[in-house]
């Protein structure tokens, strides 16, 4: 088990930045994939990034080119950079982890772009 609390929300305007971070309760080394969901009111649930503990990441196809997520195994931490931030982009942010067994999330982080 593991949990996860998100940091570094907020509200910007389009076209900046902001740096969201997760914490974990414990060791994130052995952890198959971490990575970050969003959810905006009336929407479905959309996976943004995700890292493997192989190293590989993947993004969705709206978030490409724009946010990078990094996982740091020393202070067991997953960040999203998140760059040329659009109106879209705003929603409820959420970290999960997932060990080939269940999902664990966090209680998420809103970030809301103005235009």
């Known amino acids: 088990q593991v949990q996860l609390v998100e940091s570094g929300g907020g509200l910007v305007q389009a076209g900046g930045s902001l740096r969201l971070s997760c914490a974990a309760s414990r060791s994130i080394f052995f952890i198959n994939t971490m990575g970050w969901y969003r959810q905006a009111p009336g929407k479905q649930r959309e996976l943004v990034a995700t890292?493997?503990?192989?190293?590989?990441?993947h993004y969705a196809a709206s978030v490409k080119g724009r946010f990078t997520i990094s996982r740091d195994s020393v202070n067991n931490t997953v960040s999203l950079q998140m760059n040329s931030l659009k109106p879209e982009d705003t929603a409820v942010y959420y970290c999960?982890?997932?060990?080939?067994?269940?999902?664990?999330y966090g209680q998420g982080t809103q970030v809301t772009v103005s235009s």
């Open positions: 999960y982890a997932s060990n080939y067994g269940p999902d664990y």
């Open positions: 890292s493997r503990a192989g190293g590989s990441t």
